[in-house]
């Protein structure tokens, strides 16, 4: 446990310390949301019909954009062999990076997502749903992407590789995240998306992990 | 007499390999290889570019698969029980894994932590490779050989009993690579294993030599 959580603490020293990748991520979305009334016209009924959707798809946009670093500085470095080599196991340690991961880029991201929301005039009954929707499906995201992080390691244009394995696998959370919140205005109870956004990220906690670690291991044969 | 972590008495181990075979990117690097060290003992890689130094101390640590051949310690096969296989090794590999903008410090607790070592073990590690005046300097100021003796000092911040060195003594000045010896020396007195590879010139006393172009495949004619 004591190795567990060094190693969070350590990629929150990094991420504070270069500080740069958490701080684009967050500058990316604001970005790109403030964007759309550029592009769609600023009527607001409009803007509110098309809240959820945009803040959802920007934002997992921008957490792709920090995902294929997850592991590659440290493969490079040597870190991640010495890591391996270290009694915990690789599950763990993929855990690990992926919580520090989540707590310098998903969190701020659902932090932000309400300020941008009202950007777009979403209507008074979407806050809370939106902010409880990412914060049960951006964890996912940063798990589902760690998988995809492993597997691309060492790939000349990680980057692009990375985002056509991954993004497919954010539609689900994509679609019950957007649905709560339109769920929420229109006066339906939102649990049952809230429900299976929980069940994905219980099923990703174990099984992202596992093949994260396979994938990483097979990296440093 | 006082104790340092590192001279811990190491109970009677034994760690041995026999018909050992590697194959790196479909070409068969060495075969027939069988090896046995008692506690105490050292072992020294030599033998040409390519003739699988690194691969062997890659086998030696779990992270590569045999082809052919098992591992044994004290007699148990070391390849059903991989992490407790980890959790007796140190690694030092080509690469440092230090991180530019951790400190030496830091450095070197994390890594401590991430064994189960104590930060009290930190100190006593940076003054065996002199490294004290760097404590708090962040290791991109850091010159090649400090470097190298930092990852070094890995190996007394936290006690194992086999150390896989690889190279060890690259970069290293004549007061670094005496330090070097005298950590190794300290290690087998306690009943430590060390298996070093090296080009150089490693006066470790009473080290059995493996000449590793001995086990190079036999070519057919």
Known sequence: ?221 | MAHSPETSPLSRFSFSGSGLACRRGGRLVFQGLDFALEAGGALLLTGPNGSGKSSLLRVMAGLTTPSAGSLAWSGAAVAEDLPAHRARLHFVGHLDALKPVLTVSETLGFWAAMRGGARAAVPPALARFHLEPLADLPCRFLSAGQRRRLALARLVASPAPLWLLDEPSTGLDEVSTSDLLAAIARHREAGGMVVAATHADLPLAGAAPLAMQDFAPRRAA
Do not use: N
């Open chain 1, 1 to 221: 446990m004591s190795a567990f959580l060094a190693v969070v603490q350590r990629d929150l020293r990094l991420a504070l310390r270069q500080g740069s990748d958490a701080a684009l991520v967050v500058a990316f979305f604001v970005l790109a949301v403030v964007l759309f009334p550029f592009g769609v016209g600023p009527e607001p009924q409009l803007l509110a019909r098309i809240a959820a959707g945009v803040v959802w798809v920007t934002a997992l946009l921008a957490a792709l954009l920090s995902l294929d670093r997850l592991f590659q500085l440290d493969y490079e470095d040597g870190s991640l062999e010495a890591l391996a080599l270290t009694p915990l196991s690789l599950e763990a340690l993929v855990l690990a990076k992926c919580l520090a991961h989540w707590l310098t880029t998903g969190l701020p991201l659902v932090l932000a997502a309400p300020v941008l929301a009202a950007l777009l005039q979403l209507e008074g009954e979407g806050y809370l749903p939106l902010v409880l929707a990412m914060g049960l499906g951006t964890p996912s995201l940063s798990l589902v992407g760690a998988v995809g992080a492993a597997l691309t390691l060492g790939a000349r244009r990680a980057g692009v590789l990375l985002s056509l394995l991954v993004l497919p696998l954010y539609i689900p959370v994509l679609i019950f995240g957007v649905a709560a919140v339109d769920q929420a205005v229109a006066g339906i109870s939102i649990l049952p998306h809230l429900s299976i956004l929980a069940a994905f990220l219980l099923a990703a906690l174990p099984l992202a992990p596992l093949a994260a670690a396979a994938a990483l291991r097979s990296a440093l044969e």
